[in-house]
């Protein structure tokens, strides 16, 4: 085993710790950014390479999908209580 490869082994370790503690919502850019932070310097490339090789992915945002519809032609019930919301 090379040197490179070795220490790509040893970063993976890294990666994933940080990847877990972000509860697998970060991806290189910020993972490369917090890896930094803790003093270990690495380029952002290698970071993606290792990330994409092993599968480690980011978590998707959730698509935003408007659930009411306001603008219906539907009857709109009556106010039996005769409540007066202002």
């Known amino acids: 085993e090379t040197a490179r490869a070795a220490g790509d082994e040893q970063l993976v370790v890294e ?36 990330m994409r090789e092993r599968g480690i992915q980011a978590r998707r945002k959730r698509r935003f999908r408007r659930t009411t519809d306001s603008k219906h032609a539907h009857p709109i019930a009556p106010n039996v209580l005769g409540r007066k919301f202002a």
Do not use: F, Q
């Open 15 to 50: 990666i994933v710790a940080a990847h877990k503690r972000s509860r697998a919502t970060y991806g290189s850019p910020r993972v490369h950014s917090e890896l930094r932070a803790r003093g270990i310097r690495v380029g952002r490339k290698r970071i993606e390479r290792l």
